[in-house]
T-cell receptor
Framework: EAQVTQNPRYLITVTGKKLTVTCSQN?????MSWYRQDPGLGLRQIYY???????DKGDVPEGYKVSRKEKRNFPLILESPSPNQTSLYFC????????????FGEGSRLTVL | QKEVEQDPGPLSVPEGAIVSLNCTYS??????FMWYRQYSRKGPELLMY??SSGNKEDGRFTAQVDKSSKYISLFIRDSQPSDSATYLC??????????WGAGTKLIIKP
């Protein structure tokens, strides 16, 4: 089954404790992206990757890091989480950039205390 | 002012009604227009895709783009309770950047 898998789905952590949200897709997509979704603000892009070893900042990259060492994986790293990073995070992938059909994961709800 | 404006709702209509969902935008460079549907506790899924202006129909769904007015619409005919979800518009000037509306929550009452 074609899918984007994110883990963990739910996480409560404390300020400053490094965490990684994993994302994996099995569709051989070149494009992958991370979004955060907050009430009233919609989806905002954090980082995206056009291919292996190629990443670029989206609209709200501050406080986040990404890497793309393999085509299928695109982890999101919060080096020192802060409460303003409490949000619902989505990973997405596409065959042809952001204007192709984006396939989203189920979301990761992160709470930073 | 946001680049893409979308009324958050909620919009509540009876089953069988025609639903009209809309977004306005300010950037005349937008060429790609999409509607995504998001059920509660799920990721968004692509519903409709339009390039440049015009209409596109798929079953009970019709997407319209009016670039002269910077206005896009999604119509749902014969609405069903299973259409209850949040509808997100998204648009892009290029292949790398996608700008999203905040989403409209739609409730179809049986």
């Amino acid at each position: 089954e074609a899918q984007v898998t994110q883990n963990p789905r739910y996480l409560i952590t404390v300020t400053g404790k490094k965490l990684t949200v994993t994302c994996s897709q099995n569709m051989n997509h070149e494009y992958m992206s991370w979004y955060r979704q907050d009430p009233g603000l919609g989806l905002r892009q954090i980082y995206y990757s056009m291919n292996v070893e190629v990443t670029d900042k989206g609209d709200v990259p501050e406080g986040y890091k990404v890497s793309r060492k393999e085509k299928r994986n695109f982890p999101l790293i919060l080096e020192s989480p802060s409460p303003n990073q409490t949000s619902l995070y989505f990973c997405a992938s596409s065959l042809q950039g952001s204007t192709g059909e984006l396939f989203f994961g189920e979301g990761s709800r992160l709470t930073v205390l | 002012q946001k680049e893409v404006e979308q009324d958050p709702g909620p919009l509540s209509v009876p089953e069988g009604a025609i639903v009209s969902l809309n977004c306005t935008y300010s950037n005349s460079a937008f060429q790609y227009f999409m509607w995504y549907r998001q059920y509660s506790r799920k990721g968004p899924e692509l519903l409709m895709y339009t390039y440049s202006s015009g209409n596109k129909e798929d079953g009970r769904f019709t997407a319209q783009v009016d670039k002269s007015s910077k206005y896009i619409s999604l119509f749902i005919r014969d609405s069903q309770p299973s259409d209850s979800a949040t509808y997100l518009c998204a648009m892009s000037p290029s292949n790398y950047q996608l700008i999203w509306g905040a989403g409209t929550k739609l409730i179809i009452k049986p």
